[in-house]
């Protein structure tokens, strides 16, 4: 038999009745069928010797897909999409005051916020009674549900703590959610398990996964694990109890009640010609039993809700209702005797009791969902092209720089520098250029900005000091009547009578071959390592579907025509640039294609920056366009990534370390191994998945621009330059430009009355990052540091722990007082409560931290510590 009742995946507060809370394994075949579908307080307890089935009423609202967030909001152009999130959560909060019974969680707060704002008083108030009770809850809770490949740790952190702070300054403790919901990214990092573990959930639910990743979990019963998320991290510091839903997100198939599905209602009454009451419940019947035959507890799960669903929430809930009703009226049990602690407790408690799984993989890349033939690589988890835009907050730095420097000047960015445009030096005589760098080290940067109209691109290029989270200015002025001196590229013809073509720094050398143009080597002069190496651009021919599947390369998929990509050119012409700061080869492989190889003073790695587009398919052929580079190393498959940003994940070709992949296609469709990168695309057919287009913008098509850096190292040192530079490009300097600041009568850098600036009266240790340093209100600053190195990483000391004094750390203000929190700082470390899970012996408290030491902290490797400080702000500060 079946009991439903309506559930949310929140665990309770009450440890001591959640604790007593012991079920076993149930035997199969499974005697008796439970399922569950009330609100918090009237939800009933669980059945030991029933499948207590749980059903999760929700909606999935994306912040910006087909359409911009403001139209999904407000409900406008439905002819693209039917989706309107105003009307969702009207909706819902009416059907939800209807029926005591009824229990909903959202979870994208950039739009429930929005909504918030736009209600009356008395309306947030009902909201406000709705949180309290249990029956309105909140999943995840970060501004959006970000995607886990291709974002990098520092967003993921500040997006979700911008959303949790939303949700703690308005419903308190109430509104804290204590599950992770990532239903619809393509692929989950390890990182961001452990991510969600720092800050303070409970437990992790997720949609996708390669469908033979899932085929062996269901047969394994391996839906749920302990996923240990860091090889560095002291358990359970990054242990996250993680569960697969059952199908992605969406309801079972005929259990769909939305006016965006065309499944029929219950029809409750027999003189109706449409009823199906009973055909309907023993359906559900069945598909409960054999969905229940994957777990190791008598607990699983059903989505009830999915893109933009509830508009109109009474249908929904109407049908929930019948069916809960219907179902549980064939239990011999009174579902009023049967009251439940807060939210799924039960479900998260009872799912790991008894249960030794424990997993540290990552799951993804994948492909898609279904079965072969139409299983061809998902690429959205990535990205759909590889050149995304870099939004910078222009007015608020411009602003800040400003202040601190003294300028009345109006401050501006040049936002074409990319492309060797920017207004303002190009046709003022006299500019400051002011940089700011946001690292807790002094850099020495070099850069360049763009000097004249007629000057064909040329930049000023100069070597500039810039202390640690500070600023340094120089002052440009142009000497009338004369022109700077420029160093122009040499072109080469194809056959150049030297047979040596090469840059060189102190650090670094390559080689190109004279006759193709090509990198062919490259060296690192410090440790005597010579590598040949070859970089050449190709291109696949989309895949328009063939024999063996339909599905064709688009937005969402990879999918090539062919095994082995066509060359773009097998020669590049070349226009060789020697300066005292640079050295650079200019290579052209085509109309199209173009690439810039440069090393510049002091620099310890190889900047390879392309340029491709409009990329041409008047052939009739789309093209995926890579980067490829061709090495001697014997890896035998065996390669390392970086997991969004942080810890380094090992990795092997064709291989998945907790089940045997079966490749479907004659091409592995994975962008991995990382010797091929992609830099463009453009495609003719529309993939199917949603979108609607093809990738395929109308004119001659778009061009990209971006950056490799290639390191040359050996393994034991290599963590070093590869862990500083990836710090230095996050978090690279933002140059502000801003009228004036010279005389005019030379060409000149000089400083002006207040050149420069610090935050810091110390550089932090090269293993210490500043990642956040924010006013959280008048008094308080948001404070994260973190080690940036893994345990035995680094050969040196790098990885070993790091004692920071922060009493007289900073040079605008003196901490008074501090508290230390959680990773996203909504709940204060020493009261946090998140579950320890242990395999076997079920869930306890963890320990309350040891009283932190208002001058010093201690940071262990790969550990983010985050701080609530109060400040006492310098006079002149």
Known sequence: KVWLCEAEPHFSEALTSRSRLILRPHPKPLPQVCVFGVPVQTCPMVHP????????????????????????????????QHAGVQYILDSVISSLLVEPTRRFIYVEIAFFSRWWHQQTNATQEVVRD???????EFANGGWVMNDEAATHYGAIIDQMTLGLRFLEDTFGKDGRPRVAWHIDPFGHSREQASLFAQMGFDGFFFGRLDYQDKRVREEKLEMEQVWRASASLKPPVADLFTSVLPNIYNPPEKLCWDTLCA?????????????NAEELVNYFLQLATAQGQHFRTNHTIMTMGSDFQYENANMWFRNLDRLIQLVNAQVIVPISNL??????NFLWLCNLTGSGNQGSDTFGP??????????????????SRPTPSRSLPQVLLSNALARLSGSKEDFTYCRNLNVSVCPLSQ???????????????????????????????????FPASVPALGFSIYSVSQVPGQRPHAHKPQPRSQRPWSRVLAIQNEHIRARFDPDTGLLVEMENLDQNLLLPVRQAFYWYNASVGNNLSTQVSGAYIFRPNQEKPLMVSRWAQTRLVKTPLVQEVHQNFSAWCSQVVRLYRGQRHLELEWTVGPIPVGDGWGKEIISRFDTVLETK??????????????????????????????RDPSPCPVDSLQVHRRLLKDDGRGVGEALLEDGLGRWGRGRHLVLLDKVRTAATGHRLQAEKEVLAPQVVLAPGGGPGTALFLAPPRFPQFSGLRRELPPSVHLLTLARWDQ????????HQFAVGEDSGNLSSPVTLDLGDLFSAFTITYLQETTLVANQLRASASRLKWTPNTGPTPLPSPSRLDPATITLQPMEIRTFLASVQWEEHG
């Open 339 to 344: 009251n439940s602690t807060r939210n799924l």
């Open 637 to 666: 498959g065996l390669f390392y990534t970086d997991s969004n940003g942080r810890e380094i994940l090992e990795r092997r070709r064709d291989y998945r370390p907790t089940w045997k992949l079966n490749q479907t296609e004659t």
């Open 427 to 461: 046709t003022a005589k006299n500019f400051q250029v002011t940089i700011y760098n946001p690292l807790g080290r002094k850099i020495d940067w070099m850069g360049g900005v763009v000097m004249l109209p007629s000057s064909d691109g040329q930049e000023l290029l």
């Open 130 to 136: 709705l949180v309290r009770q249990g029956r309105l």
């Open 779 to 786: 008094k308080t600053l948001l404070l994260r540091l973190e």
């Open 263 to 275: 499944d029929k209602p219950i029809v409750e009454d027999r003189r109706s010609p449409e009823y």
């Open 49 to 80: 010797d029933m499948l207590n089935v749980h059903l999760v009423a929700h909606t999935h609202d994306d912040v910006g897909w087909l359409k911009t967030v403001d139209q999904y909001f407000y409900g406008i152009h439905n002819d693209v």
């Open 366 to 383: 994948f492909p898609s969902e279904t079965s072969p033939p139409e299983a061809p690589g998902w690429l959205s988890h990535l990205s």
